[in-house]
């Protein structure tokens, strides 16, 4: 289990090299800085302090009680899989619903009040994806995790589905020009990690929005 967290951050560190490199190379937004407005606030405070106490949160307070009441994860119902199919099944289950309750909440006055935080962003880049209220967080991981444990899974898919997680959400905000078409990552979605100009889609969607939810 230690070697698993090891390999994955260091892939996880091997991706932010690559998404950055891919950024300064071909960016789509030229004159964009590195640190940029929102830098700090994004890797401190949402990447690090956030998401280190909503982990010990959901995980110690969510479900781990719920798999002591239950006892679901005793039946082990895809511990017999393969790893590799276990983490494509809770991949793409999960994408399916974040694909959909992402789109719930842009037509939602109530639950875009928990998303409009992840658009704030002035500059997007392949770190702008970290920033989520702690709320949309809250609704989303405990959806997402728990089946992991409760089907007893093997315990290494929960790190390499993290790893799958942050790697898609740096690379569907790299502001690279790959993609000539910004909608192309509608077909894309969800299963793919979308590369493209999300910056100009992102700056005329949230303007619309705004305009008529607020």
Partial sequence: MHSTFFYTTCLLFASIIILVTLERIFPYRKGLP???????????????????????????????????????SSLQLVS???????????LVTHDLYIYWFHRWQ????????????????KGVDWLAG???????ILINQPIEFPPIVLLGANPIVIPIKALLDAVQAGARKLGVVLMRDPWDAE???PGVAAVTAYGWRRCQLDAAMARLLT
């Fill in 106 to 121: 842009h037509r939602s006055k109530i639950l875009w009040r928990t998303h409009e935080a992840h658009h704030s962003n």
């Fill in 80 to 90: 017999n899989w393969p790893v590799w199919s276990q983490v494509l099944f809770f």
């Fill in 130 to 136: 970290t920033r989520s209220h702690s709320l949309e």
């Fill in 187 to 189: 077909f894309l979605a």
């Fill in 34 to 72: 590195f640190f940029r407005e929102g830098f700090w606030v994004d890797l401190i405070w949402y990447t690090l302090i956030q998401s280190y106490f909503l982990k010990i949160f959901i995980f110690d307070v969510i479900i781990h009680p719920a798999d002591k009441a239950l006892h679901l």
